[in-house]
């Protein structure tokens, strides 16, 4: 069972940067396709970005491409999540999942493809 635990979550301004990282237990999340989700305050989970395996093939919400980039190290497994330009509406707490099954978009947007996740970390955008 592979384990992930994210952090660099916090309290930013509106227009302000932040890094994300998910870091995994077991090298096996090498060749597994990496997501990540977030969760507002009574809202369903949604998706944000999703790489492969390799890290040379990615795929974004259409709400933060262009802004967000998802991005991995295998030597040191663990997968990042760039936030640019962040908005009010982008707070929420922010979840990283792994797939084994193949990088497979647009099905990387469904949770139900994703076979673990981590507890998550609060990032808070304010305006």
Do not use: H
């Not at 998910?22 to 790489?51: H, N, Y």
């Not at 991995?72 to 760039?82: I, P």
């Not at 970390?121 to 305006?127: A, H, L």
Request: aromatic share 12%; hydrophobic share 35%.
């Amino acid at each position: 069972q592979v384990q992930l635990v994210e952090s660099g979550g916090g309290l930013v301004q509106a227009g302000g940067s932040l890094i994300l990282s998910c870091a995994a237990s077991r090298r096996t999340f090498l060749t597994d396709t990496m997501g990540w989700f977030r969760q507002a305050p009574g809202k369903e989970r949604e998706f944000v970005a999703a790489i492969n395996w390799s890290g040379d093939s990615t795929y974004y919400a259409d709400s933060v491409k262009g802004r967000f980039t998802v991005s991995r190290d295998n030597n040191k497994n663990t997968v990042y999540l760039q936030m640019n330009s962040l908005k009010p509406e982008d707070t929420a707490l922010y979840y990283c999942a792994g797939s084994r099954s193949g990088f497979t978009p647009p099905t990387m947007a469904f949770a139900v493809k994703y076979d673990y996740w981590g507890q998550g970390t609060q990032v808070t955008v304010s305006s």
